[in-house]
C-alpha cells in the first residue's frame, strides 16, 4: 500500500489540529470523511476511482487516526466536526469543492454545506447519520446503543497482524476488500509503548461521537443544504440508515437516492472502487 503524501496540520475548534491528506490525482478539488471510529486514510483503496478527474483529500477528524483530541473529552457536539472541515478547506485555498462522506462524514458535509452555502458544488453522501421523526420504537438510535458497543471493542492487540486476523474472522470487516481491511489496521493502530498496538481512535472518544448523532440537528436543517446530493446507500433496508435514504433525498431540495446492490453500511469498504466510480459519477465527472 502506498503511504499517501501528508498535507497540512491544520487548526480546527479550540486549536485541535486535524491531520489531512492528499490522496492524489488532479482538478477540482473534493474531500473524503470517513465514518465514526475509521480514519482519513481509510479511503485509500477508493482513491483510484476518483484521481482521474478530481485532486482528492482526506483528513483525520478530531479523535481519529493522526489528529488531535478534543481537550474535554467529548465529541457529541458534532458542530465542532463541521467548524474543523471548513478551516481544512479553508487552509487548502482551494474552491468549488466536491466532498464525499461516509455516515458521520457524510452528515458533516451536510452540515457545513447548510451553515455556509456554496462551500461545495456537489456531495455524495454514504447513509449518512441522519434520523427522520419516527415512532420511539422504529428510532435507529433507539436500537442498542452504539456508545456502548463502542466501550466494549478490543482497544489493544499484540500486533497488528494480529488485529487484522481478527477483525477478518468476524462482521462486519469480514466482508471487507482486503486492501480496505489494511488501510485500517495500518493505519487504525498507533504503537504502543508497553508494547503491541492499541486504537488510535479510543473507545470512549467513539462512543462520545455516537452519543452526539441524536441532536446533530441535521434533519431540520435539510432544507438549507442546496446543493445537489446525491445519497448513497445498500440494499438491505433492516439495516436502520439503508432504510431511510429515499426519506433524506426527499427532504434535500436537489437530493437523489441510490441503493448498490449487495452492500452494507460499511459499503465504501466492502466494494471501494464500484462506491468509488458511482460517487465520481454523481460529483459530475464524465
Not at 473524503?32 to 486514510?41: A, Q
Not at 452540515?111 to 420511539?136: N, S
Not at 476488500?177 to 509503548?193: E, K, M, N, R, W
Request: aromatic share 8%; hydrophobic share 35%.
Amino acid at each position: 500500500m502506498t503511504p499517501p503524501e501528508l498535507g497540512p496540520r491544520v487548526r480546527g475548534a479550540g486549536g485541535v489540529e486535524i491531520a489531512t491528506y492528499r490522496l492524489g490525482g488532479d482538478g477540482p478539488p473534493v474531500i473524503l470523511l470517513h465514518p465514526t471510529g475509521f480514519h482519513g486514510r481509510c479511503w485509500l483503496p477508493l482513491a483510484p476511482a476518483l484521481t482521474d478527474h478530481y485532486s482528492v483529500w482526506s483528513i483525520d477528524q478530531r479523535g481519529h487516526g493522526a489528529s488531535g483530541k478534543a481537550l474535554d473529552g467529548r465529541y457529541d457536539d458534532w458542530s465542532v466536526f463541521v467548524d474543523d472541515l471548513l478551516a481544512v478547506v479553508d487552509a487548502l485555498g482551494e474552491d468549488k469543492w466536491r466532498g464525499i462522506g461516509h455516515s458521520l462524514g457524510g452528515t458533516v458535509l451536510l452540515l457545513a454545506e447548510q451553515r455556509r452555502p456554496g462551500t461545495f458544488t456537489d456531495l455524495c453522501c454514504y447513509e449518512p447519520v441522519v434520523f427522520p421523526p419516527l415512532p420511539p420504537a422504529d428510532s435507529p438510535h433507539r436500537r442498542p446503543s452504539m456508545s456502548e458497543l463502542a466501550r466494549k471493542r478490543r482497544p489493544h492487540f499484540a500486533s497488528r497482524q494480529e488485529a487484522r486476523d481478527n477483525f477478518a474472522s468476524k462482521p462486519p470487516m469480514q466482508d471487507f476488500d482486503p486492501s480496505a481491511l489494511d488501510a485500517y489496521v495500518t493505519y487504525g493502530f498507533v504503537d504502543d509503548p508497553q508494547g503491541g498496538v492499541t486504537l488510535a481512535c479510543a473507545r470512549d472518544d467513539e462512543a462520545s461521537v455516537y452519543e452526539g448523532a441524536p441532536t446533530s440537528g441535521i434533519w431540520d436543517r435539510l432544507g438549507g443544504v442546496r446543493a445537489p446530493v446525491t445519497v448513497l446507500g445498500g440494499d438491505n433496508e433492516s439495516e436502520s440508515m439503508a432504510r431511510v435514504i429515499d426519506i433524506v433525498a426527499r427532504q434535500l431540495p436537489r437530493g437523489v437516492a441510490r441503493r448498490l446492490k449487495g452492500l452494507s453500511h460499511f459499503g465504501p469498504f466492502e466494494d471501494p472502487f464500484t462506491v468509488g466510480r458511482i460517487a465520481a459519477e454523481a460529483l459530475g465527472a464524465p
